[in-house]
């Protein structure tokens, strides 16, 4: 057990600490980005499940890779908050809240913004080249796929977790993340699976131009203290 909490410790503590002290402070007021975020999903699923609304949640917020690509891009930021119609909407909402507001907290909002969407658009484009390559390449798609909605925040969420575990130290957590996504995709070869392989791509090369910026992953717990503080000045030993 004492071997568990230690590496529990070296791969999460950084996190724990960063963490902890907004949430008992400001508790939901540390991230308010991300409560936004989980309100306008929830709203936006609401509206896409009334007869008048889906086809205006489509309109402007569904993303397929046969659509005109300027318009795909225009949509592509209000996609990320656009439920899957085939999957749980609440699985949709637990990632927003849980690694929008860890990383909200740990990056600032602007920058978790920055990272979920570069990530979001990196699916997109990926599936327009996927289905040039066609489904003969390794990452080609089949002809199919273009008419298929690619809405929601799984990529945004996979390269969020994949940065913040470089940026923080908990690199089991983000290699396993990685490991779950390529299994995905060897079970299941669809275009959603893929687009998260773009996804952790896109999150291995911001990670590889943060640390050529000088800027290391992290800082030891050591280094975390309040602001202000200063170490107790030394006395000269006695005569």
């Not at 007021?29 to 609304?53: D, E, F, K």
């Not at 390559?133 to 969020?160: C, R």
């Not at 079970?187 to 896109?202: F, Q, R, S, T």
Request: proline content about 8%; hydrophobic content about 50%.
């Amino acid at each position: 057990m004492n071997r568990l909490a230690r590496w529990a410790r070296a791969e999460w503590g950084l996190l724990y600490v960063t963490v902890r002290e907004p949430l008992l402070k400001r508790r939901w007021r540390a991230m308010p980005m991300s409560i936004g975020a989980v309100c306008l999903t929830t709203v936006i699923q609401i509206v896409q499940n009334q007869s008048w609304g889906f086809r205006f949640v489509q309109d402007v917020g569904a993303v397929r890779a046969e659509d005109p690509l300027w318009p795909a891009l225009l949509r592509t930021p209000l996609s990320l908050f656009v439920p899957a119609l085939d999957l749980p909407v609440w699985g949709a909402l637990a990632q927003i809240l849980f690694v929008f507001g860890i990383a909200e907290i740990c990056l600032g909002w602007w920058r978790t913004l920055v990272i979920a969407y570069v990530a979001t658009f990196a699916g997109t484009l990926y599936a327009r080249l996927g289905i040039r390559l066609g489904p003969g390449h390794p990452l080609g798609l089949p002809a199919s796929d273009a008419q298929v909605v690619d809405t929601g925040p799984s990529a945004a969420v996979v390269g969020l977790a994949i940065f913040l575990g470089w940026r923080y130290g908990a690199y089991v957590t983000a290699g396993a993340v990685a490991l779950a996504m390529v299994v995905e995709v060897l079970l299941k070869d669809n275009l959603a699976g893929k687009e998260h392989l773009a996804a952790i791509a896109v999150a291995v090369l911001l990670c590889g131009a943060t640390t050529l910026r000088g800027r290391p992953p992290g800082r030891r717990l050591r280094d975390r203290r309040p602001r202000g503080h200063r170490p107790p000045a030394r006395r000269p030993p006695g005569r």
